[in-house]
């Protein structure tokens, strides 16, 4: 039961040759039996899954199913969901129960699914290998005697979607968290277009760009995770007013004489990457053209300073929303001698080390001596990389590039800050621009780990970047069947 995909398994659960109790009971078990190694979750819900499933099983039976009714999925531990604690995986919101739901967690309870837990990530979501997260780092399934990273910030939710400890997962991509750990797990990782999905009620990063979206194991079953979080919120000032069809089933955008254009951007071209990533990128890239689809070169000129953009823009926001954590309105709280001593207290005991170098880089760089030097030049090159992706989007339907450098590393190695914000550089443009990326398989390495590349489209073309998607992920046919990756 553990292999099926999401669409296999409510086929099945409608025909009701499975239940959601069953289906739930599987995962739960799975999970007592991984998770202390795999440590996916920070929080597991065990009775809200049967209390879920049994629910999902009497509408079943009732003849009302809903669209991902008795799904058993991870949400990250950046979602509010009532009266579960929410952690962000920090030591300041350790103990926090919030009182309302989050629109996207609501979303999918009003689908019908099953709730396991809340999934590991990096603390606050700043990081790039969950290794930040006050609960430890998760591990990747793949080759799990290595104790390799699932990637971050979004790391619990591969985690737990690649070894079957979650059918499905939501992530947050505000500079790659979806997309960077999806491609070293062997999963599909979806950024939606910027707005599509509700940030309310999700712990904010930075705001203009944190993007909630679907992590899953095919093409077909992110759809259907997407179609359950996306739609216009009112309680999201900068939610979208935008419905996209992502009911129906994705159809071949390629074949049959169709034409589509696909970009490959210039810029790209002289960063290094792995030898393994430059073979199956140009592999995929071959049968895309085989395929029929019009292989064109595109430009987006200041794609390369996406990185220096999105590390002054980031921490900004950051500095920004993280000022309410004060220990007086939420989380922890350590007294002092008088209230600015408490503050003082509070902050420095709550937050870790990353989550404290961005507060220090967003304040500096928005003190009135850096502000036009840094933060006003970053907001000019974030104005100019969404340019050149609308002009690059008059050449081509859809841009493809690779997601990473390369496979899993190691958890415990060794990276300076810098090291690792630069691995960020094939993402982060994307999160400026707010246009819709996907990661997907696109084979696998020498070492036998997954890569992933992207598929970039558009602003609110979402449903055609799945599309391509899609053909690539028949295209690369990895296996990524959980019980295949880290046995029974
Ligand atoms: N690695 C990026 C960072 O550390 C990604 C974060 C994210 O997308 N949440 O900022």
């Known amino acids: 039961?553990?292999?099926?995909?999401?669409?296999?398994?409510?086929?099945?659960?409608?025909?009701?040759e499975i239940s959601a109790t069953e289906l739930a009971r599987a995962h739960i078990e799975r999970i007592e039996k991984y998770n202390p190694?795999?440590?996916?979750?920070?929080?597991?819900?065990?009775?809200?899954?049967?209390?879920?499933?049994?629910?999902?099983?009497?509408?079943?039976?009732?003849?009302d199913m809903r669209t991902?009714?008795?799904?058993?999925?991870?949400?990250?531990?950046?979602?509010?969901?009532?009266g579960i604690r929410t952690t962000a995986a920090s030591h300041m919101l350790e103990n926090f129960v919030p009182e309302y739901e989050s629109t996207v967690s609501q979303k999918f309870i009003d689908a019908g699914t099953v709730l396991l837990g809340k999934s590991n990530l990096d603390e606050f979501a700043m990081g790039t290998f969950s290794k930040t997260?006050?609960?430890?780092?998760?591990?990747?399934?793949?080759?799990?005697?290595?104790?390799?990273?699932?990637?971050?910030?979004?790391?619990?939710?591969?985690?737990?979607?690649?070894?079957?400890?979650?059918?499905?997962?939501?992530?947050?991509?505000?500079?790659?968290?979806?997309?960077?750990?999806?491609?070293?797990?062997?999963?599909?990782?979806?950024?939606?277009?910027?707005?599509?999905?509700?940030?309310?009620g999700c712990v904010a990063f930075a705001s203009s760009l944190d993007t909630p979206g679907p992590i899953a194991r095919t093409v077909d079953d992110a759809a259907a995770l997407l179609s359950a979080m996306a739609g216009h919120d009112a309680k999201d000032s900068t939610s979208a007013d935008v419905h996209l069809n992502l009911d129906s089933p994705l159809?071949?955008?390629?074949?049959?004489?169709?034409?589509?254009?696909?970009g490959v951007i210039k810029?790209?071209?002289?960063?290094?990457?792995?030898?393994?990533?430059?073979?199956l990128f140009n592999a995929r890239v071959a049968d895309l053209k085989s395929?029929?689809?019009?292989?064109?070169?595109?430009?987006?000129?200041?794609?390369?300073?996406?990185?220096?953009?999105?590390?002054?823009?980031?921490?900004?926001?950051?500095?920004?929303?993280?000022?309410?954590?004060?220990?007086?309105?939420?989380?922890?709280?350590?007294?002092?001698?008088?209230?600015?001593d408490t503050y003082k207290k509070t902050r420095a005991a709550g937050f870790g080390d990353e989550v404290k170098r961005r507060m220090i880089i967003g304040t500096a760089v928005l003190s009135s001596e850096s502000y036009?030097?840094?933060?006003?030049?970053?907001?000019?090159?974030?104005?100019?990389?969404?340019?050149?992706?609308?002009?690059?989007?008059?050449?081509?339907?859809?841009?493809?590039?690779?997601s990473g450098a390369g496979t899993a590393m190691p958890l415990d190695s060794d990276m300076t800050p810098l090291e690792y914000y630069a691995l960020d550089l094939f993402t982060v443009a994307m999160n400026l621009a707010g246009v819709p990326a996907v990661s997907v398989p696109c084979g696998m390495a020498s070492n036998n780990l997954p890569l992933g590349m992207q598929v970039v489209g558009k602003m609110f073309d979402d449903v055609r970047v799945l599309e391509l998607a899609k053909h690539i992920e028949q295209f690369a046919n990895i296996d990524n069947r959980p019980t295949k990756i880290m046995g029974k």
């Open 1 to 16: 039961m553990i292999d099926l995909s999401i669409t296999e398994a409510l086929q099945k659960l409608k025909s009701r």
């Open 37 to 63: 190694e795999l440590n996916a979750y920070i929080t597991v819900t065990a009775e809200r899954a049967l209390a879920d499933a049994a629910a999902a099983d009497e509408r079943i039976k009732n003849g």
């Open 68 to 82: 991902l009714d008795g799904i058993p999925i991870a949400m990250k531990d950046l979602f509010a969901t009532r």
């Open 133 to 200: 997260s006050y609960f430890g780092a998760p591990v990747n399934p793949w080759q799990m005697e290595k104790r390799l990273t699932a990637g971050g910030s979004s790391g619990g939710s591969t985690s737990a979607v690649a070894s079957g400890l979650a059918m499905g997962a939501t992530g947050t991509d505000t500079g790659g968290s979806i997309r960077f750990p999806a491609s070293i797990t062997g999963l599909v990782g979806m950024k939606p277009t910027y707005g599509l999905c509700s940030r309310w």
């Open 251 to 262: 159809q071949p955008i390629l074949g049959d004489g169709k034409k589509l254009r696909v």
């Open 267 to 279: 810029e790209f071209n002289n960063v290094k990457i792995s030898d393994d990533m430059q073979k």
């Open 291 to 340: 395929a029929g689809a019009e292989i064109v070169e595109v430009s987006i000129p200041n794609i390369l300073d996406a990185l220096a953009a999105y590390y002054i823009i980031a921490p900004a926001e950051a500095s920004s929303n993280l000022a309410r954590y004060d220990g007086v309105r939420y989380g922890l709280r350590v007294e002092g001698s008088d209230i600015y």
């Open 372 to 402: 036009d030097v840094y933060f006003m030049q970053a907001a000019r090159v974030r104005r100019m990389i969404a340019n050149a992706f609308n002009r690059a989007f008059e050449q081509c339907d859809l841009i493809v590039c690779p």
